[in-house]
């Protein structure tokens, strides 16, 4: 099996600052859907931005599919790593929502026919077709979010990093904007994603790697990564409400890792108590 | 506010649709809602900025401290009542967008020096308000340069620096991690304490919100569908879902508890697991 992304020892330090990553290692299997996590200024997007390029780090080495990135330019990267900011408005430069999504594709090269239909299937998967012809900056919050993820989208790259992907979305469209990343992962692509919520980690992540202070503290399957807690400690981080009171309460909740399981995990018991209580 | 409607300029659906609402002196109150349902225009109803900035037409009758806003200019109105202290300070969605000085310590000497606050006094709230956010080192910090979390934490201490009547916080805690958010609720809680604060929190996700307010309001299109305590509104799980709001894991859960006969029925909700818990191990 072969590495869609491999971190060597990195380091990496700001001007004048303390290191923003201190030797940081990874390696992540092509087709996998993790999600990086930790608090804040623990160097979740400085880390994603050495795996496109954006950041070239002091010491250490990164291989994407394979080959070393060193020397190797951000925007001939494209095509197999997509990189979508944290604030969507360092990304967006289009006059209208159409333009900012044809730019990529458009510029890899890509056949004008199959500019205008992944850019219209773009469009109809984040639900932005009604707003094609608008300035993208009238745009709310959501909207420009989920715009900034269509526009890397379009250039298909085999890896997909999406800093933070729900802020700013409400419940409907987080969930919206996961069931986007959830097909690419179906599909065979390899999905980043960077989230404070813990919640998408237990529902979608099948790999959960935690930052602390420009290290890695933990990394494993979310199950087992929310019990660490003296790595939680450090890292400022909270499982699900749901993982919490399951924890608690293994004798009804079982190993629920969210909602949706822990009221799963209930029925048998009414279904038991109506049968005459054979659960 | 008092059957507020409110349209911007060239739109023909009302923002704002019929909205009642009293915050009083020292009450913490959760405003939430899917996208687009008005709670940045309620907001901004409450600066004055709607309709003073934003143009549009309301009718109704929006009182801040006793002036109605839409007879009082915008200076006048946002006026301070008391020495020292603003009437109502915000931060907004995008903690980017408001940073106004070169250094951390310059935006948050921003808006307390233009209330006429002494040096001395706005040295010693900085000092406070970083502290508060956890934000000690950062005092000569390009403000620009910090990360997202830090940004939005500065926008906090920047208008608690102000020591407003009125607290508003649209969507503080977005890009904060979970003990950040924890954080921000203990310090609403602290403020709220305090008994000086009037506050009004902004929020997607109920999960810390619920714990937090002695009331939550609910909006959907501009209309207020919930406006009670929050034990009392999370009751209606099914309904939150259906307007797009996220109820608590423990609200969903306990009900579902409920109905599995594990607890007697209730006309209480959980707000967090630690309530549930308790429950449970009666
Ligand atoms: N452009 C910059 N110049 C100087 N320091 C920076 C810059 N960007 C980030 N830093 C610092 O580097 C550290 C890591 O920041 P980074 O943005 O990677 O954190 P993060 O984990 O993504 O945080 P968040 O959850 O808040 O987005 C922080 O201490 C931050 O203040
Ligand atoms: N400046 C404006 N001009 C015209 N319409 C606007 C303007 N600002 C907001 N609206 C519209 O008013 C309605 C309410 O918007 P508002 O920003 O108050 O919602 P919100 O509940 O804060 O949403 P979000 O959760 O996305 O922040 C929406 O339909 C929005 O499109
Ligand atoms: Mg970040
Ligand atoms: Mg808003």
Not at chain 1, 167 to 180: H, I, K, N, P, Y
Not at chain 1, 200 to 212: C, G, K, P, T
Not at chain 2, 176 to 184: H, N, S, T, V, Y
């Amino acid at each position: 099996m072969t590495s869609a992304i491999v971190a060597e020892n990195l380091w990496f330090r700001y001007p004048g600052s303390a290191p923003a990553l201190a030797d940081v290692s990874l390696e992540i299997p092509e087709g996998q859907f993790l999600a990086l996590v930790g608090q804040n200024g623990s160097g979740k997007t400085t880390l994603a931005k050495h795996f496109n390029g954006l950041l070239r780090p002091e010491r250490g080495r990164v291989e994407v599919s394979g080959t070393d990135i060193d020397g190797r330019a951000t925007a001939d990267l494209a095509s197999t790593i997509g990189y979508c900011y944290q604030n969507p408005d360092h990304q967006i430069f289009a006059a209208t929502v159409f333009e900012e999504i044809e730019f990529g594709p458009r510029n890899l090269g890509v056949t004008e026919d199959e500019v205008v239909r992944r850019t219209g299937r773009l469009l109809d998967l984040v639900r932005l077709r009604g707003e094609a012809d608008r300035y993208p900056f009238s745009l709310g919050r959501g909207q420009r979010q989920k715009l900034a993820v269509a526009s890397v989208l379009a250039m298909e790259p085999r890896i997909v990093i999406v800093d933070e992907p729900t802020t700013g979305l409400d419940w409907q469209g987080g969930q919206a904007m996961m069931e986007v990343m959830a097909e690419l992962h179906r599909d065979g692509r390899t999905v980043v994603i960077i989230t404070h919520d813990m919640n998408i980690v237990a529902e979608y992540a099948e790999r959960v790697v935690v930052m602390a202070n420009g290290r890695i503290v933990a990394d494993g399957e979310p199950a087992d990564v929310f019990v660490q807690e003296s790595a939680l400690r450090e890292a400022f981080l909270r499982p699900p409400q749901a993982f919490r009171i399951a924890r608690e309460r293994p004798d009804l909740f079982a190993s629920s890792l969210t909602v949706t399981q822990a009221t799963d995990a209930l029925r048998p018991v009414s279904v038991g108590v109506a049968a005459g209580g054979e659960a | 506010m008092r059957d507020v409607e409110f349209r911007y300029p060239g739109t023909s659906a009302p923002a704002l649709d019929g909205v009642s609402l009293t915050i009083s002196d020292g009450e913490v109150v959760g405003l939430a809602g899917p996208t687009g349902a008005g709670k940045t225009t309620l907001c901004m109803a409450l600066t004055g900025l709607v309709p003073h900035s934003t143009g549009g037409t309301l009718s109704g009758s929006v009182k801040l401290g006793g002036r109605e806003s839409r007879d009082t200019p915008l200076g006048e109105l946002l006026s301070p009542l008391d020495a020292d202290r603003a009437l109502v300070a915000v931060t907004f969605q995008d903690p980017e967008s408001q940073i106004v000085g070169m250094t951390v310590e310059e935006d948050l000497a921003f808006g307390a020096e233009n209330l006429g606050v002494p040096r001395e006094e706005i040295n010693r709230r900085i000092d406070e308000a970083l502290a508060f956010v956890r934000l000690d080192g950062f005092r000569e910090s390009f403000p620009y340069s910090l990360s997202g979390g830090q940004k939005q934490r500065v926008a906090i201490a920047a208008a608690i620096v102000m020591r407003p009547r009125l607290l508003i916080l649209d969507e503080p805690t977005s890009e904060l991690d979970p003990q950040g958010r924890a954080e921000i609720f203990e310090l609403i809680g602290r403020l709220a304490a305090s008994g000086e604060y009037a506050v009004l929190v902004v929020e997607h996700a109920l999960d810390d919100l619920a714990a937090a307010v002695d009331r939550l309001v609910i909006l959907e299109s501009g209309k207020v569908r919930f406006d009670a305590p929050p034990a009392e509104v999370l009751r209606d799980v099914d309904r939150l879902v259906e307007i797009g709001v996220r109820p608590p894991d423990a609200s969903v859960i306990g009900i579902a508890a409920e109905r599995a006969g594990l607890l007697p029925p209730s006309p209480i909700a959980f707000l967090d697991d630690a309530a549930l818990l308790a429950a449970l191990a009666r």
